[in-house]
T-cell receptor, first 114, second 113 residues
Framework: DAGVIQSPRHEVTEMGQEVTLRCKPI?????LFWYRQTMMRGLELLIY????????DSGMPEDRFSAKMPNASFSTLKIQPSEPRDSAVYFC????????????FGSGTRLTVV | AQTVTQSQPEMSVQEAETVTLSCTYD???????LFWYKQPPSRQMILVIR??????QNATENRFSVNFQKAAKSFSLKISDSQLGDTAMYFC??????????FGKGTSLLVTP
């Protein structure tokens, strides 16, 4: 298996632009998680899905953030409009059984909003 | 909310030596899971070791082992025979049924020749 695949690896965008981050989980994994990593706040859970259904989005910082999982093999995290404070590394992770298993993380997307 | 505390922001160890990274957590649950993740400069998050709270035996993976003290809510990671490739950020993480992984702020480990 190729693991969790995220794209792009790096993204630089101007403030106010729309940004879309993409994730392909490991086949057969029922859980998908989006995390954000910053120096100040560490790793924060943004949202997670179980069987393509959003379960907990309480970590989504603002209405500017939205996430979708249209099928078991694809998820997106969208920021519109983007702001400089959104600059961070965004990780996608998937898990077979959820909380009992460790997660397999993608390589992350480093987002820079200028 | 569950909290995970890593009290050592930075640590250093010489190659071939042993180092222990500390982690404490707070929960009222009895059934939960604990993990250590490694994040090298490549930024990839790599699962190092996993512990189930209801198991008394400490988990071990090659040179990595944990000291799990449930009553003290402590979960430390011991790295034996440290190697240069062990240089990384190490994150302690906690999960219980119904909640996603909650991470500590991390410990930066430098292995020196």
């Amino acid at each position: 298996d190729a693991g969790v695949i995220q794209s792009p690896r790096h993204e630089v965008t101007e403030m106010g632009q729309e940004v879309t981050l993409r994730c392909k989980p490991i086949s057969g994994h029922d859980y998908l998680f989006w995390y954000r990593q910053t120096m100040m706040r560490g790793l924060e859970l943004l949202i997670y899905f179980n069987n393509n259904v959003p379960i907990d989005d309480s970590g989504m910082p603002e209405d500017r953030f939205s996430a979708k999982m249209p099928n078991a093999s694809f998820s997106t995290l969208k920021i519109q409009p983007s702001e400089p404070r959104d600059s961070a590394v965004y990780f996608c992770a998937s898990s077979l059984r959820g909380f009992a298993d460790g997660y397999t993380f993608g390589s992350g997307t480093r987002l820079t909003v200028v | 909310a569950q909290t995970v505390t890593q009290s050592q922001p930075e640590m250093s160890v010489q190659e071939a030596e042993t180092v222990t990274l500390s982690c404490t957590y707070d929960t009222s649950e009895n059934n939960y899971y604990l993990f250590w993740y490694k994040q090298p400069p490549s930024r990839q998050m790599i699962l190092v070791i996993r512990q189930e709270a209801y198991k008394q035996q400490n988990a071990t993976e090659n040179r990595f082992s944990v000291n799990f003290q449930k009553a003290a809510k402590s979960f430390s990671l011991k790295i034996s025979d440290s190697q240069l490739g062990d240089t990384a950020m190490y994150f302690c993480a906690f999960s219980d049924p119904g909640y996603a992984l909650n991470f500590g702020k991390g410990t930066s480990l430098l292995v020196t020749p």
